[in-house]
């Protein structure tokens, strides 16, 4: 029963304040719907769907912030 944290405690990034919120909402839904018995094949379709509306330029955003703390 181990959860792994969020390694990114930095401030949020523009990406972040623009589309997090959206995000966090697409996700709550989609993870619910499953929960509730939707077809599993429907996370590659979020993922896909995060991905473009903004997850893509979050990743990069924290990886470049990561980055700078080697």
Known sequence: ??????QFYGSLTPTMIEKK?????????VFAKIIMG???NSFDKFVEDWKSLGGNEI???VNAWYGQRK
Do not use: R
């Open 38 to 40: 939707q077809d599993i």
């Open 21 to 29: 919120a959206s995000l966090e909402s697409m996700e709550d839904e």
């Open 1 to 6: 029963n181990d959860y792994l944290y969020d």
């Open 59 to 61: 990743t990069k955003e």
